[in-house]
């Protein structure tokens, strides 16, 4: 990387992008969570403020691979800025305006905006390692996703505070100042569109021809759909109402967690073992790479913590001790089968038309999203925090029994169809 060529100065160039997006979105998601329990709305109505961000994450997801195989994976990129500013001026009306309905509006937009970052991102990867060079491409891939989430949970932070500080009007109309002025400095300096299929993909190549990205993205649903069941909206409501946590309190929290979280991720290689060598580029070996055994043995080290966080709360007299401990192991665990799905997907992909691969499996990331948040406000209004966990479980050994399909060398499985 020294000195830097052009294909690394662009890709820094859209991770700082997707590094400011991320700032953004995790402070969003903290602010309306908060400012719209404090106004008296229920779990379950607070849960459906985010059914479009989610629902609109899976369709943006499957055309979004589309179009940056036919547009460039820049031209997403900065599309996705955009969208993500307007979806911030939307919540910037009167007070009287921010109905459930207008609110769930713009949470349509900025999960379309999520998700063509998240795809721009990760996709662009691909592109700028050789094939041989499986090891730095893990590495990468952990870097990139441990650092978005250490952030995410600086925006966690940054929206309980700025929500105290300055009101719902006020921080959200210092985030959307702030991510203009990188959509603008991005119009003028990403340039190269990266990620350009030497073919015009049609609709019909939207869905995935590899059996292993299939089976990876079946796992990724119900891997996510499992941590969001009880993460999204039941556990900041939970502290906020059993232990009265206030709104810095709960998005410092969250924050502290996330950022822990990111943290384990951007070093999954060393602790799967998968980053040893000190010149991976040059070669890799298969056999020290992470393959499908990798991702159902963390799976599976993953499935019963929800459980026993559920029995230790209900029975301990301790219960926010055994929560916070069970919750910082669920987040290493879960960093780590997170980064080895992140690599194992790009893995996968064919280089031609990246972007198809890498869109299907994120929208199958969020559709497991959309059901756990749906799951996570309904189960936690009707039958408590408990039962959210014991789905979480449920959905983790569901991902266990799809995991162990995956294949075992993942060199083999690129072109495999």
């Known amino acids: 990387m020294t000195p830097l060529n052009s294909d690394i100065r662009q890709y820094l160039l859209v991770t700082g992008n997707y590094w400011a997006f991320t700032l953004t979105d995790g402070a969003l998601r903290m602010l309306i969570v908060l400012h719209f329990y404090s106004l008296g709305f229920s779990p379950l109505a607070i849960a459906s403020l985010f059914l479009f961000y989610e629902f609109f994450g899976v369709v943006t997801n499957l055309v979004g691979g589309w179009l940056g ?6 031209k997403t990129m900065n599309i996705g800025l955009f969208v ?6 939307m919540l910037l009306v009167p007070a009287d305006w921010l109905t459930v309905i207008w609110v769930m509006a713009a949470q349509a937009l900025s999960g379309i905006a999520k998700d063509l970052n998240k795809m721009s991102a990760k996709s662009s990867l691909k592109l700028l390692l050789p094939e041989s060079a499986q090891g730095a491409l893990y590495k990468w891939v952990a870097i990139l996703t441990g650092s978005k989430n250490a952030l995410k949970g600086v925006g966690f932070f940054l929206g309980g505070l700025l929500l105290s500080l300055w009101g719902f009007t006020g921080a959200i109309a210092s985030m959307a100042g702030l991510l203009a002025l990188v959509w603008l400095s991005s119009q003028l300096l990403l340039k190269k569109d990266l990620g350009k299929s030497s073919f015009k993909p049609k609709f019909k190549d939207l869905l995935s021809k590899s059996r292993a990205v299939n089976q990876l993205s079946a796992a990724r649903m119900f891997l996510f759909g499992a941590r969001d069941v009880w993460f999204v909206i039941a556990l900041p409501l939970y502290l906020s109402s059993q232990f009265q946590w206030s709104h810095t309190e709960v998005g410092s929290f969250l924050a502290l967690w996330v950022i822990g979280y990111g943290l384990v991720q951007s070093i999954a290689p060393l602790i799967t073992g998968s980053g040893k060598s000190n010149n991976p580029g040059a070669g890799s070996d298969p056999k020290t790479l992470p393959d499908g055994k990798t991702a159902l043995l963390w799976a599976s080290l993953l499935c019963t913590i929800p459980l026993l966080i559920s029995v230790a709360i209900t029975y301990s007299s301790a219960p926010l001790l055994w929560l916070i401990g069970g919750l910082m192991l669920f987040g290493a665990v879960f960093a780590v089968n997170s980064s080895l799905h992140s690599y194992l997907i790009v893995s996968y992909a064919g280089r031609d038309g990246v972007s198809l691969d890498v869109g299907f499996y994120y929208m199958a990331n969020a559709m497991g999203r959309l059901i756990g948040t749906l799951l996570s406000g309904w189960v936690y ?26 294949p075992r060398l993942q060199i083999e499985c690129t072109k495999d169809a």
């Not at 993500?84 to 001026?89: C, E, P």
């Not at 408990?386 to 569901?398: H, T």
């Open 69 to 74: 195989a036919r547009l460039g994976l820049n």
């Open 381 to 406: 209004q009707a039958y408590g925090l408990s039962a959210c966990l014991w789905i979480s479980s449920s959905f983790l050994f569901a991902t266990v029994l799809v995991s162990i399909g995956l």
């Open 84 to 89: 993500q500013v307007s979806a911030l001026l």
